[in-house]
């Protein structure tokens, strides 16, 4: 990479093997046209998956793409389930009642599937629309018993059937007949988001793209067609070549301008 303009050592548009997140969103290329998809799915349907196998980028679609183009009459939330979901949606939504005593002291009860809806209800409240996004929505099968799985995917069916809650759930695509089994997750089914990792031009925007928005050029464009004919089709795509610019921005030339 040779420098085109001054002023961009500190910045990092490839974040590696790490997922991008919202302060990366400037450096998010390449899905643009699933953004848009994705947004007019949020606003029909409030249960919706979103299913793509393993390195298709998903937390990276969520958090640098989906998530900064909220309305900014919206209102979100982001949890994974871990292996304590209730306890881990009510702490992602907590900051939402700071400074109100009494909801924080209802947190305390937050376990109680009737506590975490009547919260939800009261978030709902305050905003024209609000989001609930489940990352990794995977963990919940990975890391629950049967018992905290079925409770979950039921206070899930509830808030987007009885408290109007927008609920976006990110999964692997080799557990989507996990969510077909407990009845409060079968509409997402009739309805999917679906993500492959990026190909063709899009996914040669991801590569250039951050480069050219911190002032750099990809000296030979025979490396970057090397670069996407090595990852393009493998399921680890987005991986790989995020890896690969990250070593290669590290490396840039500094001094040519």
């Known amino acids: ?35 848009e998809t994705l947004w007019k799915k949020l606003r029909r349907p409030h249960l919706l998956g979103l299913i793509g196998p393993s390195g298709a980028g998903k937390s990276s679609f969520l958090r ?12 979100s939330v982001v949890c994974h389930p871990g292996d304590a979901p209730m306890l ?12 109100d005593t009494e909801a924080i002291r209802d947190m305390i009860r937050f376990e109680d599937p009737e506590v975490a809806l009547g919260m939800f209800r009261r978030w709902r409240e305050r905003h024209e629309e609000v989001l ?15 018992e905290s799985q079925a409770r979950f995917a039921e206070l ?6 009885d408290a109007d809650v927008h609920v976006l759930l990110s999964i692997r695509d080799d557990f989507l007949m996990e969510c077909h089994r407990h009845e409060a997750l079968r509409p997402l089914i009739s309805d999917l988001m679906l993500l492959d990792p990026p190909v063709g031009a899009n ?24 670069m996407l004919a ?28």
Do not use: H
Not at 64 to 75: D, I, K, R
Not at 132 to 146: G, K, Y
């Open 156 to 161: 899930l069916g509830r808030l987007a059937i």
């Open 64 to 75: 640098a793409g989906v998530l900064p183009a909220m309305p900014q009459t919206w209102s």
């Open 132 to 146: 609930l996004v489940v990352d990794q929505f995977e963990e919940l099968f990975t890391l629950n018993a049967p």
């Open 88 to 99: 881990s949606v009510g702490r992602a939504l907590a900051p939402a009642f700071a400074g």
């Open 203 to 226: 996914l040669r925007r991801a590569l250039v793209q951050p480069a050219t928005r911190c002032g750099y050029r990809f000296e030979d464009d025979a490396l970057i067609e090397e």
């Open 230 to 257: 090595e990852v393009e089709g493998e399921r680890g795509a987005l991986p790989l070549l995020a890896f690969a610019a990250a070593q290669l921005w590290e490396r840039r030339d500094r001094n040519e301008g």
């Open 1 to 35: 990479m040779t420098l085109r303009v001054e002023g961009a050592e500190q910045l990092k548009p490839y974040p590696g093997l790490a997922s991008f997140t919202a302060d990366d969103a400037e450096y998010f290329f390449g899905r643009e046209a699933e953004i």
